[in-house]
């Protein structure tokens, strides 16, 4: 059957407008999907040159996009700061995902030491024994440089307890 292409747009349409319907939506997202997903590496494949072949028009448009909308990048950085920083623990102490949070939580949300809830410098560090690599707690900034500056060692911080515990002053 040959069609006109006045009957091809009134046909095309009318398929928009049914789309389109709310009673039909569930329909139509399943088959979208279905069509996608037997097409799957084929979509990728045009997507990823697509990518490939505008880059620096995407970048631009990135670019003007986050210019536009700092409060969408500014949420979007909070999200995704605790993923990232867990994958940095990960990473450098072998802690699971959301083990720092529960460690923080067990101390009250206070350092492990001095209990301040305001790590200051640059926020809560993962204290580690540099000789195991085991994680011994959460410290403040200031307590972390503390013991370091102590060399990570009891006898030296015992040392440094009984000087202050002097009567030195
Ligand atoms: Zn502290």
Redesign the pocket.
Known sequence: MTSTPEQRAKRAAYVREWNARPENRERVLAQRAQRRAAKRDEINAAAAAYREGNRAMLAEKSRAYKAANPEVVVAYRRATAEKHADRKREMKYGLRPGQFAEMLADQGGR??????DT?NGNGWQVDHCHDTGDVRGI??????V?IGHLKDNPAVVEAALNYLRGDSC
């Not at 350092?111 to 301040?116: L, M």
């Not at 410290?139 to 972390?144: E, M, Q, T, Y």
Request: charge should be positive.
């Open positions: 350092c492990a030491i001095c209990r301040t790590p410290l403040c900034h200031s307590c972390n503390g």
